[in-house]
């Protein structure tokens, strides 16, 4: 995956979102999702995660799964999976935290 440093396109779309929304408090960004899906930025989320040594989702694919899936091919497929509209993610898990008074509190991974 090479540098964890943050590519410079990756730079550019935070800079432009964070300078619009200094600059115009109220504006609401309504159509980010196509942000969502660009190469660059679902790259440098996974080599986060990577670097990170997140654990695996609810579907139980960790890194290893899908680097010998092929990770080109993996982005590649979630890539066109969120522009076409597609992805569905699975349900979250739950699990339930104990809190100070006695009770527990969900939350969700």
């Avoid at 504006?27 to 660009?38: E, I, Q």
């Avoid at 990170?52 to 590649?76: H, T």
């Avoid at 890539?79 to 809190?99: F, G, H, M, N």
């Amino acid at each position: 995956m090479g540098s964890l440093s943050t590519p410079a396109s990756v730079r550019k779309l935070r800079r432009a979102l964070h300078v619009k929304a200094k600059a115009e408090p109220d504006f609401r960004f309504y159509a980010l999702y196509d942000k969502s899906f660009r190469e660059d930025i679902l790259a440098h989320a996974y080599a986060q995660c990577r670097a990170s040594k997140g654990a695996p989702g609810v579907d139980g694919q960790d890194f290893a799964d899908i680097e010998a899936y092929g990770l080109e091919r993996w982005l590649g497929e979630l890539t066109q999976s969120l522009r076409k509209e597609s992805y569905r993610p699975d349900a979250i898990r739950r699990v339930y935290i104990p809190k100070a008074n006695g009770k527990r509190r969900p939350l969700g991974i």
